[in-house]
């Protein structure tokens, strides 16, 4: 189907509709789903293959779409920077974010807790994934975890309270940091600009986007994100080819970084009262930034237990789905954790 069998469409539209979720958790990053379902590694190759061939090569496409040579280097090129699986995993995402945006929120604001402890739940045994990824498990790779687990949660207690900059390097800079953390998993883009100061000054400009100084704010901003996606992924790349193991303890210690903020006992009214273009204060950061607590009664531990149950059963669900694809799926692609390569 479009370069991809049956079954490869709907594993990464499914894939694509978990990653869209986890967008839409407190705390998480779609890059976390990506490595707990063993594609960060062919997101990150994806990405960094599309280059100004790619362009030049689409251009020549678009004008000249009638020429047989155009086409066949066009589709050999879409192969080549696995351009349908991209399409399919972004497919799936538009899909959660679009039919599971109001549920999630929903259950945020009406059932915090278990709503928590159900990600919680499906996150940890899906953490076998990235561990399977790991080539070498010893006292120089596993360290690494600690300041991943570090790095997911700072951010959430040097959140500022003043007013950024409206300054266009600014607004550059934060996307090319801000960017950068989304590709990490566990780490929160949008907590990334509240610690910069520039999250109400972007929500701002996003609210009058047809004035001018609003254009050029946003274009500095999104000119950063692009600057920041295309050096970032190059670099995980890098890493993930000649430092694997070290990487991959990094990135395990961001996801167990991640459940402090997803702990389902908190004081919610210790959260900052962060407003969205609309006034309404955003749930997910008062989430964020709300004193983790522990439970006053066996009352409030009954759902929670139930909910993290549930979320075990799904996260074990999601590893028998994985080893559903077949051997030669496999062998084709060397990211995958069962790849005869990786090491057990």
Known sequence: MFGLTTREFFFALFNGFLIGIANLIPGVSGGTFA??????????????????????????????PHKRASRVNFAEELRRIDAYFLASIFLGVMISVITGAKVIQYMLSHYPSPTLALFIGLIIPSLSVPWKMMEEKNAKTLPWMLPGIFLAIAPVFLIADSAGSENPIMAFVTGAIAISAMVLPGVSGSYIMLVLGEYQVILDKLSHL?????????????????????????????????????????????????FFILWPFKDYTAGKEIQGRSGEVKRDIQIATAKNTVPSNTDDMIPVTLATLLGLALGFGLNYVEKLKGPEYKEEHPYHPDHPGQEK
């Open 210 to 258: 047809l004035e001018p100084s609003s254009i050029l704010f946003l274009g500095a901003f999104a000119m950063g994100c692009l600057a920041g996606l295309l050096a970032f992924t190059r670099l995980i790349r890098y890493l993930l080819e000649h430092k694997k193991s070290s990487t991959m303890s990094f990135l395990i210690g961001l996801i167990l970084g991640s």
């Open 35 to 64: 490595l707990v379902l063993g594609l960060y590694d062919r997101l990150i190759q994806a990405t960094t293959n599309i280059n100004f061939d790619t362009i030049k090569i689409s251009l020549k496409f678009i004008s000249s």
